[in-house]
């Protein structure tokens, strides 16, 4: 994201105050060992240098401690050995994090007033939640089989998407959308130098792709890229009608799903996401990954270098001398020129692997491909966090509600016991916030559907937690655990 010459943005104590109370306290610290309670101790003495200090930010550029932030690797899913099975989160300076947050406030004002989100992004924006689209896509299925019409679903994954986007179109997105010029030039602020480190005395590695982890401003402008992809729905008429209202796409961040009638528009929701992909020019994570140790040699330069127009690197005085002979300016820039080559010819790359289709009704003999290769067919598809099946049934959903609920179940026994929690009181408080809520996401769209007998599933598991509380065997009435304990059964709660 380049630079931009543009008027300053002032900034009020007041909001610096509201952006505060926002963060969470006792979080880990900076690279410096900062946190937020160090703001908030030093009152309003300390915002109103605070807020000059931010304005002086956007006219000069940021600190140098502001470019480094902290790498943490989270565990996801899968063998602890992958590195794939590890997410990565930056924890930037405790100010820079302040900063963020106000252009974060500034610009999902801005964009919601002018009406610039797409209707069909749900992801991150107030007043909408995923239980939105999970309706919607429950309706539109069942509208398809009650009147006996084909509906076909696409549901796209991409490869470590919020890592791959490029800085320099998403700059060209805000411009395009008309962000004011001062607010642009705010955001591009931090995006000019970002160093990723794992500790203070790390050397670190530039980082030149995505949007920043960690930071507040992210998922919005992620959100604004993807809207793109909207627009080449919505000039095509693509999609189902629901009532008056055409749906064709349904976005949740990286989380899509495109929705057509016939075979035809499939493909030709096929075609548009292939352009998009071509079009965004993110390169592909595993490169990046790959060439990361290059691109972080850059800083012994001289001379200005640019990758993609994103990220100039001068010479650092502070630079430690290195054992390792360090490659001619050439050599680097070649490898620059190759990676720049790559990243243009390139996009963001569906992952095929989570990349499925589902049918309702119609011929069930056609096939999809995506830039050559074959689209899997599905029966079940996870959304959003639950189960969707192309014949409309729950029961792979509720399986799944009853294996999350007892494995939180059991964890939160095994904590009750570490920290000799017996009162009960407490516990049914905690079994209704940490249990049942896991149980019972989404019970407002799958619940009206949901037979008495797939009910028991949940059932079972109020009946561990009851019979734990008192210490009696399983063969005793659930109709007595829950007259004993003045609770409700899962289904009337």
Known sequence: MEQIEGPPCSFTVEEITAELGKLKSRKAGDLLGLKVELVRWGGQTLLQYVSRF?????????????????????????????????????????????????????????????????????????????????????????????????????????????????????????????????????????????????????????????????????????GLFIDSLYDLTENQNLGVLLGSLRIGILLFADDIVLVAKDPDQMRTHIDNLTSFCEETGSPT???????????????????????????????????PHRRDPVPSAAQLQAEVVQLTAFCESSGMKVNLIKTMWMQIGGDSGMSLAFQGENIKKCLVYKYLGLEFASSLR????????????????????????EIYLVEWKVRKRLFNTLIQSVMLYGAPVWGPALPRTSWKLLERVQKLFLQEELGVRSQIPYDLLLLETGRLPIEVD
């Not at 060439?291 to 330069?301: D, E, F, H, Q």
């Not at 009853?402 to 494995?407: A, H, N, P, T, V």
């Open 54 to 222: 931010f304005g002086e930010v956007c006219k000069d550029g940021l600190p140098r401690e502001w470019t480094f932030r902290k790498v943490v690797s989270l565990y996801k899913t899968g063998p602890r050995t992958e590195p794939s099975s590890y997410r990565t989160i930056m924890i930037g300076n405790v100010f820079s994090k302040i900063f963020g947050r106000i252009l974060e406030t500034r610009l999902n004002s801005w964009c919601e007033e002018n009406a610039v989100r797409t209707p069909a992004q749900a992801g991150f924006r107030k007043s909408f939640s995923t239980l939105d689209h999970v309706l919607t896509l429950r309706v539109l299925m069942e509208n398809a089989q009650r009147n006996h019409e084909p509906l076909y679903l696409l549901f796209v994954d991409f490869s470590k998407a919020f890592v791959t986007v490029s800085r320099s179109r998403l700059g060209d997105r805000l411009s395009e959308l008309g962000v004011p010029e001062e607010l642009r030039n705010a955001i591009s602020q931090l995006y000019q130098v970002v160093t990723a480190k794992v500790s203070q005395h790390d050397d670190g590695v530039l980082s030149t792709l995505g949007v920043i982890h960690g930071c507040s401003l992210s998922p919005t402008l992620f």
């Open 285 to 319: 994570y595993y490169y990046w990954q790959r060439r990361a140790v290059s691109l972080s040699r850059l800083k012994l330069l001289s001379p200005p270098y640019s990758f993609l127009g994103e990220s100039k690197v001068r010479i650092r005085s502070d630079t």
């Open 394 to 417: 729950w029961t792979a959903c509720i399986q799944s509600r009853s294996k999350y609920g007892l494995r939180a179940l059991f964890s939160f026994f095994g904590k009750c016991k």
